[in-house]
Every structure is written in structure tokens, then in C-alpha cells.
Nanobody
Framework: QVRPVESGGGSVQSGESLRLSCSASSSTFSLYSMAWFRQAPGKEREGVAALDIDGSTTYADSVKERFVVSQDIAKTTLFLQMNGLKLEDTAIYYC??????????????????????WGQGTQVTVSS
């Protein structure tokens, strides 16, 4: 069982960058499809970016060309590089791991129903 632990959140100004990290704690993410989700106040949780077991990536339209999801070589840490941050990116960001050895297609990759293990979240606040 993997336990995601997020870090790297904070407060930035519009247009700036931030990098979130998600640690696998005492395990690795090598067997899991991984994703970043976010939830803003009063809004539903939404999928932001996903990295599948097969190495493919999926992004929400709202973050394409601005966010990049990646993993370290040892697959113990998942990253979300966020560039050109906007006010509407303000949210709590969650890291999630899917079921072991399950690859997700692009329709599943940003759907929270396919993810079993969740971190506690890290706050990202973007101000003007």
C-alpha cells in the first residue's frame, strides 16, 4: 500500500511558478498510475494532470501548456511543475495513486473514481 504525501504548496503571485512534490513515503509509485487533483472552495474536485504506468500523461484543458507532471527516476516522488499560475489555480492540490498495476486510459486518468490512495493535500494560493 502506498501513502502519498504532498509538499511544496504556498502563496505566489499571478504569473509565477511553483513545483509540488508528492512522496511515496516508504514505498515507490512504480506500480501505480498517479495523478494530481485539486479542489477550490465551493467547487468540485477536478483532475489536473496524470502520469500513467506506461509513461503517458494526461492534462486538463485548463492547465495544458502550463503544468507538467513528472516523476523521479526511482519513482518515489511525483512532481507537478506549475508555470504561469492564474488566480483560478488557487485550490488544495491532492496527489493520488491508482490501483496496483492498473493502467488508465485518457478518459479514466483524470477521474477520481480510479484512484485509491490519496494524500492530505497542499494549499496553493495565487494572488494578483
Amino acid at each position: 500500500q502506498v501513502r502519498p504525501v504532498e509538499s511544496g504548496g504556498g502563496s505566489v503571485q499571478s504569473g509565477e511558478s511553483l513545483r509540488l512534490s508528492c512522496s511515496a513515503s516508504s514505498s515507490t509509485f512504480s506500480l501505480y498510475s498517479m495523478a494530481w487533483f485539486r479542489q477550490a472552495p465551493g467547487k468540485e474536485r477536478e483532475g489536473v494532470a496524470a502520469l500513467d504506468i506506461d509513461g503517458s500523461t494526461t492534462y486538463a484543458d485548463s492547465v495544458k501548456e502550463r503544468f507538467v507532471v513528472s516523476q523521479d527516476i526511482a519513482k518515489t516522488t511525483l512532481f507537478l511543475q506549475m508555470n504561469g499560475l492564474k488566480l483560478e489555480d488557487t485550490a488544495i492540490y491532492y496527489c493520488a495513486a491508482g490501483r496496483p498495476n492498473q493502467s488508465l486510459n485518457r478518459f479514466q486518468a483524470l477521474d477520481a473514481e480510479w484512484y485509491n490512495y490519496w494524500g492530505q493535500g497542499t494549499q496553493v494560493t495565487v494572488s494578483s
